[in-house]
């Protein structure tokens, strides 16, 4: 709970004011509410590009990533994912849970009906697109080396980690290992 001279609010609702023109803000802390509410919308919009770029990916991997051939999401033997597109996760072959996490990214970047409210499970869809990358990475090396080297893709989301979408212990993918330790440690949150 977060107080301030008699008015309270739940901590998750402190920043989730509703858009606003700038001319239209009338309070002492105006300009901090329209940079924080284009910073929620940047990270969005960002989010949503990457979901485009890595489409690009999906496509040359469903050549060699078949559900015989990769019958869970995985990246290393320590890292096997669950689907969340069902009732109850369960596991998924790689393909498939990557057709699911298109499927919800599509309904959530897409849709104005949760726009505000989406910000909050961009955290979500972030590491779940992070972990096709891991699973690209460790299965399917010359796949991902070909897109890596046309798209700096992964470079960009990995990079991305500075506003805090996904927690440091999920970065398996090793790269840019000393520029994200510095992105977290140099700079302030947004």
């Not at 004011?17 to 002492?28: K, N, R």
């Not at 485009?52 to 078949?66: I, P």
Request: hydrophobic share 40%.
């Amino acid at each position: 709970m977060v107080m301030a001279e008699g008015a309270a609010c739940w901590a998750q609702d402190f920043y989730n004011w509703p858009e606003e023109h700038f001319e239209e803000i009338d309070s002492t802390l105006a300009v901090q509410q329209y940079i924080q509410q284009n910073i929620r919308l940047w990270k969005c919009e960002h989010l949503r590009e990457f979901c485009l770029e890595l489409n690009g990916l999906v496509v040359k991997l469903q050549s060699e990533c078949h559900p015989d051939t990769c019958t869970q999401m995985t990246a290393t033997e320590q890292w096997i994912f669950l689907c969340a597109a069902h009732k109850a996760p369960k596991e998924c072959p790689a393909i498939a849970y990557t057709r699911h996490i298109f499927d919800g990214a599509a309904c959530l970047l897409k849709s104005n009906q949760y726009f505000p409210s989406r910000v909050t499970k961009l955290g979500s869809l972030y590491l779940r697109s992070y972990r096709i990358f891991s699973h690209v990475y460790f299965h399917h090396w010359q796949i991902f080396d070909e897109y890596e080297k046309e798209t700096f893709l992964c470079h960009r989301i990995t990079k991305f980690m500075k506003y805090n979408l996904m927690s440091r212990d999920n970065l398996i993918v090793p790269i840019l290992e000393e520029e994200v330790q510095d992105s977290v440690s140099g700079e302030s949150e947004a």
